[in-house]
């Protein structure tokens, strides 16, 4: 998907954010196509979530100006990001279900604060995220009798159910062995091109980012210091890019040369 060819979902322009002094964005500039899986990395640390929820307004940003299907989410248009909110969900890195409610009243819950449909609607809705997302079984389950998979489905239920425009995951595979992450990002993949929302997914798992993603995007010292295919990424010769990207390859040299310059003693 080459961005020039789709039109932008999100456009965000400048945008800066500091805490105490310190500056995490500083000055970040993105477009992400409309109907695109479109992933953000970068190390732990570099503002990848902090840019997502000023992108979602759970964090305000200092500077800069953020469009959604091309019309300005401005700090004083209150109508602007009403409909943003409605258009947009936000799967948070911990989930964020309630303990309290069965699986049902969690994915019900968007729609009881959103919308003005009746009770037997809410409810009907609610039933078809969870069943298409093959939880129908599980509808009186609180999260904590679910796995730690069945959990991010019951999220991502939650958060399509009021059938969003733009899905925000806010690093979607923390904690999780490399199973679950592969798991996790063919979940997002196939429910994406099924429920046709653009997902915009900040993460630091690299290997199954390229494999998910139409694009990616490199955020480094504040700044987006690549955006392209995953492609062009893996074939990048930026020096940012080199250094995030290969990583592990340089950690298996480190240890090669430390392994030939220090060898075990022979044991007899």
Sequence with gaps: MQSSTYPVALHV????????????????NLQVPRGSVF????PSGAGKSVFLKCLANILKADAGRVSFEGRELSPYDSVAHDGFRRRCSFLFQSNALF???TALENVALPLEQTTDLGKVEIRKRSRAALSQLEMEEFTGHYPAELSGGMQK??????AIVTRPELVLFD???AGLD???RNAVFAMIAKYQRQFHFTALIVTHDVPEALAASDRVALINDGRIGFEGTPSEF???SNPVVCLFRDSAQALSDSLAEIRRSNPMPQTL
């Design 99 to 101: 303990d309290s409610l």
């Design 178 to 180: 490399p199973l679950r």
């Design 171 to 173: 690093e979607p595979t």
């Design 39 to 42: 992933t953000v990395l970068g």
């Design 13 to 28: 322009e400048d945008l800066h954010k500091s805490f105490h002094g310190k500056s995490v964005l500083r000055g970040v």
């Design 153 to 158: 489905r019951l999220a991502l239920a939650r």
């Design 234 to 236: 893996s074939a990048s």
